[in-house]
């Protein structure tokens, strides 16, 4: 049983590699948007991932994200996922999530995930390549 309220946490530094300037959606250099939805996105899985049986697993089907403050190089980033609810057919979550640097909050929303069977969808995925 998924448990409401569960959270999972996850932190990082920022690098070169992960700012906006690195991924193509912005200028400057600069923790990238892309990289906090990637970060809040983890930390939705591995939260979800614990309550389920092996062979199973989720994919992310809705991110509402808002991206708040700029955080520069060197610093840590951290986002956290909470569950808030579970669809009556068990088979959709959704998270609130939010992110934060060391000096406070840059980044918030939500976020839908899926539980799949992982070959099944994987299968389903790769006969596009066959038609």
């Known amino acids: 049983m998924i448990l409401i309220g569960t959270k999972c946490r996850l932190d990082q530094e920022v690098t070169e590699a992960l700012t906006a300037q690195a991924a193509g959606s912005g200028a400057l250099p600069v923790f ?3 990289f906090m939805a990637a970060m809040m996105e983890n930390a939705a899985q591995t939260c979800l991932q614990t309550f389920l049986e092996e062979g ?3 994919v992310g089907t809705r991110l509402d994200i808002t991206h708040d403050a700029p955080t ?3 610093m840590r980033v951290f986002a956290e996922a909470e569950i808030v609810n579970v669809s009556e057919n068990g088979r959709m979550v959704d998270f609130k999530v939010s992110a934060w640097d060391e000096k406070g ?3 918030q929303g939500t976020h839908t995930r899926a539980i799949i069977q ?3 969808f994987l299968a389903k995925c790769n006969a596009k390549l066959e038609q």
Do not use: D, W
């Open 105 to 107: 909050p840059i980044g």
């Open 118 to 120: 992982n070959e099944k």
């Open 56 to 58: 199973k697993g989720s």
């Open 72 to 74: 520069p190089v060197g």
């Open 32 to 34: 990238g948007t892309p």
